[in-house]
């Protein structure tokens, strides 16, 4: 399954590379008024559905523009075809293809792939997490003072009440920097492999985070809720290494 997954994601990857200088105003939809899907994330979407049919024909799967089929297996595939969406509309690279395959209600096997960067992320369950051939591992900073973190305002471009800016403000000046990458895919797995040290965010999908927190975890990362909890992403996502979790998910507390 994994040689599979691999020659997969990196196949739809080339989709992307080939569409992304191509794109049109004409190319977009609108979801909401900020929220665009684009005729290469419909494309991407339907080319992995259709090769993993063939393969597992009873497999059910889960896309972000498709919806979730429904033949009661056991084993399900949840697919973002381009996590990053308004970053690949405006030509900038850092937007990634998302998989993991779900057995029961627990995820065994995931892989997101950059193809602007040529990089792919993948892991399987208890055998450790890899960037193309090379394993990686969650970085050791120890201090949020020392830490760079990443988020991003889904919150925002859905126009929810609740959103991530009072947090923004009162954890960003604890640490040393923050970046936007506009991918939660990417966000995870950059913290998997230590570029960076955590992130949080509201108001994101399951088919946004399966694969990435997967790989955070296999990664030796620790991946919960703004609780402490295992309800993510529902009642939102926080990934660091182990060190700053606690530090991090304070700041989350009600008074």
């Known amino acids: ?100 395959l779900q057995h029961k209600d627990q995820i065994i096997l995931a892989a997101v792939y950059a193809p602007a960067f040529n990089e792919l992320f993948y892991a399987r369950a208890e055998s450790g997490a890899f960037l193309n051939t090379m394993p990686i591992h969650v970085s050791c900073t120890d201090e949020l003072i020392h830490s760079v973190m990443a988020t991003g305002f889904a919150c925002l471009r859905a126009d929810l009440e609740q959103n991530n800016l009072p947090m923004f403000c009162k954890i960003v000046p604890k640490l040393r920097d923050i970046r936007r990458y506009g991918s939660a895919a990417l966000d995870l797995c950059y913290v998997a492999c230590g570029r960076l040290d955590g992130f949080w965010e509201y108001h994101l999908n399951l088919y946004d985070i399966a694969a990435g927190a997967f790989i955070v975890k296999q990664a030796m990362g620790s991946v919960t809720d703004f609780k402490g909890a295992s309800d993510f992403p529902h009642q939102g996502i926080v990934a660091t290494n182990t060190h700053l979790h606690t530090q991090l998910l304070d700041n989350f507390k009600t008074e």
């Open 1 to 100: 399954m994994i040689t599979f997954l691999k020659d997969l994601i990196i196949e739809a990857g080339e989709i992307c590379k080939k569409e992304q200088a191509l794109l049109k105003p004409l190319d977009i939809e609108y979801k909401n008024k900020k929220d665009i899907v684009t005729t290469t994330d419909k494309k991407v979407e339907n080319f992995i559905i259709e090769h993993i049919q063939k393969k597992y024909p009873s497999h059910d799967i889960f896309g972000e523009e498709t919806g979730k089929t429904h033949y009661n297996s056991d084993y399900t595939w949840i697919i973002d075809p381009i996590d990053g969406t308004t970053s690949f509309f405006h030509q900038q690279p850092f937007y990634s293809i998302s998989i993991a």
